[in-house]
């Protein structure tokens, strides 16, 4: 009898430690700790499970100032990136008066789910916000903020419908999945790859594989050498990659966006005041302003503000960096992003005054004129536009260029002319089969300021010198009239200032387009070969910079075949699956002279 019982406790034991392995925390922590930090004192639940709707488990910290127990608002962070240092954030909030909360994507820190970015982030934050509204301490009033992943589930909480609880977002550098990430303009980017083993190989950040970066370069140059699909990137890795090979299922903003990404009508029905901060060399300026024009389009009454200016990022969240890739930014730009997110958050909740920078809906800064200045909208940014035309003419201004070899020589642009040729043009040849070479040397420095710039087997275009400070306040537009010998090909275009001296600036990040999705990124629209056809030049990522008297402003525009982004051999095949025998004969690009490009410019 003695032996029956010990070994039913024995098997009892053994469910036990079962069940909880599978259950790390079943029980929500119900009595907080009290922790002392720095002469205050705080109320603190740092295992806390929220069950959502579908049953799924989100893993939350919670932290409240133990001074005053009356119900506060509570200041959210969503975050699939856990970190040992994420609790400080919830400290923050509640040092300034808030409820600090931070959740995690269903699967990460104590939630026993699987992980799956993106797909569930709406709904889950969504229970998350009204689970707070069901706490004795919440006064039913939330906002949010966060940057990159973190502004994207901002925006997907609000997909099906705004709850009534939230009250403000401050979404930074937003993801905008299908629009922005992984892809631009139909374009996948390599960075995109190892994020999903960053994120999803365990509970926290698999660190040690996202930071080897040889691994990394060592298989983007192993695919571009070997020509292999771009869809086999995981088996010449060694590593499945599901995720990463799900989206390039999805090449066009089909269905599976659509069910993650706001889109169109979704914004009309979001009424709550906003404030997006971004950055010029921000690669998430694409998804911000993305955000920020559709909610006004499709939302008259939007109170949506913008904060950009010379930063990354990473700067464009919290604190910008007082130098960025060789670029010292103006002191007035040197602003704490972090205690304007707060200062926001008091202004919405407690009845501070709106933060002075907020002086208009667009606030933005001057490169080199070190002021900030605002308007009403984008399209008032700046008072007038230049249009200019791609001229197939020499300029007669010269120079220092760096080729692919690494070698320097002496270059001469070719004319930003005030004249239109529907004739003439540049032709440019790109061998997919030859792979001793880039159509553009990306590998090189990256510094905003240079004393060379790299043309590559692309054209270079310059204006006449401005004989006045002329400042570039916008986003540039207009119009690629290219004709070429295939049914599709990817392309560049990137700006710079060039100053009289010779020195180069970087006045923002570079447009891509694919030419088959420049005018529709809901379907691929082949070109077809040898008859002329328009990209538009759209989406460009705003700039503001004063150009300084006897600088000029150059272009340059290129076909893509390098190592860190998918290579478009124009068979009209799913790009994903195209290799390096779909190459056959050169790409051969005609620029045509008509094709024009818009400055948007303040005299």
């Avoid at 910290?61 to 990136?81: D, M, N």
């Avoid at 006449?464 to 002329?470: I, Y």
């Amino acid at each position: 009898m003695k032996s029956i019982q010990s070994f039913f406790k024995v098997a009892f034991l053994l469910l036990l430690v079962a069940f909880v392995s599978c259950n790390p925390i079943k029980e929500i922590q119900q009595k907080p700790r009290t922790v002392s930090r720095e002469g205050k004192v705080y109320l603190v639940q740092d295992s806390i499970l929220i069950t959502t709707r579908d049953g799924a488990k989100i893993s939350a910290i919670i932290v409240r100032s133990k001074a005053g127990i009356e119900p506060r608002p509570a200041i959210l962070f969503h975050t699939i990136y856990t970190r040992k240092d994420d609790i400080n954030r919830a400290y923050e909030a509640a040092e300034k008066g808030y409820v600090g909360v931070v959740s995690y994507t269903r699967g990460k820190n104590l939630s026993p789910d699987e992980i799956i970015p993106y797909v569930h982030e709406g709904n889950d934050v969504y229970d998350v916000i009204d689970w707070i509204t069901r706490q004795e301490w919440s006064n039913d009033e939330v906002g949010m903020y966060g940057g990159s992943y973190v502004g994207f589930v901002q925006w997907a909480s609000m997909k099906q419908k705004v709850h009534p609880a939230l009250k403000t977002i401050v979404p930074s550098v937003s993801a905008a999945p299908g629009i922005a990430e992984p892809m631009e303009n139909g374009v996948y980017f390599n960075f995109h790859y190892p994020w999903w083993h960053y994120v999803t190989n365990n509970k926290t950040l698999d660190t040690v594989s996202y930071f080897n970066g040889k691994r990394w370069n060592d298989l983007y140059f192993d695919w571009y050498n070997k020509g292999v699909a771009y869809k086999k990137l995981d088996s010449l890795d060694g590593a499945p990659n599901p995720g990463f090979n799900q989206r390039l299922e999805h090449p066009t903003f089909d269905d599976y966006w659509k069910n993650i990404t706001l889109y169109k009508e979704d914004f009309s029905k979001i009424n709550i005041p906003i404030l997006s901060t971004t950055g010029y060399y921000d690669g998430g300026q694409f998804g911000s302003l993305y955000y920020l024009k559709s909610h006004y389009q499709f939302n008259k009454n939007a109170e949506h503000y913008l904060v950009i200016g010379p930063y990354s990022h990473f700067g464009a969240q919290e604190l910008p960096e007082k130098n960025i890739l060789g670029y010292t930014i103006d002191p007035v730009a040197q602003i704490n992003i972090k205690s304007l997110i707060f200062d926001w958050f008091d202004y919405i909740f407690k009845g501070a005054d709106k933060p002075a920078l907020l002086k208009d809906k667009i606030n933005y800064q001057v490169m080199g004129a070190n002021t900030w200045k605002h308007a009403s909208s984008l399209d008032k940014t700046a008072t007038d536009t230049i249009k200019v035309y791609f001229s197939n003419q020499r300029s007669g201004i010269q120079f220092k260029s760096t080729y692919n070899t690494g070698n320097l020589g002496v270059n001469e642009h070719f004319r930003l002319s005030n004249i239109s040729d529907a004739t003439s043009y540049l032709e440019q040849e790109i061998d997919f089969s030859d792979r001793s070479q880039f159509s553009w040397n990306l590998s090189g420095s990256r510094n905003i300021v240079s004393e060379t710039l790299t043309v590559g087997q692309g054209f270079s275009f310059v204006t006449e010198p401005f004989d006045e400070d002329v400042e570039i306040n916008g986003a540039v537009r207009g119009v690629l009239n290219v004709s070429i010998n295939k049914k599709d090909f990817d392309c560049n275009v990137l700006l710079y200032e060039q100053t009289a001296d010779g020195t180069f600036f970087s006045l923002t990040l570079p447009f891509t387009t694919r030419a088959s999705m420049s005018k529709d990124i809901e379907n691929r629209n082949l070109l077809t070969p040898n008859e002329k056809t328009s990209i538009p030049i759209r989406n460009f990522r705003m700039t503001s910079k004063k150009i300084k008297k006897g600088s000029s402003i150059v272009v340059l525009i290129n076909g893509i075949k390098h190592p860190f982004s998918q290579i478009n051999y124009g068979t009209g095949k799913d790009v994903s699956e195209e290799n390096i025998k779909d190459a056959e004969e050169p790409l051969q690009i005609k620029w045509f002279a008509d094709s024009y490009i818009h400055f948007p410019v303040t005299m």
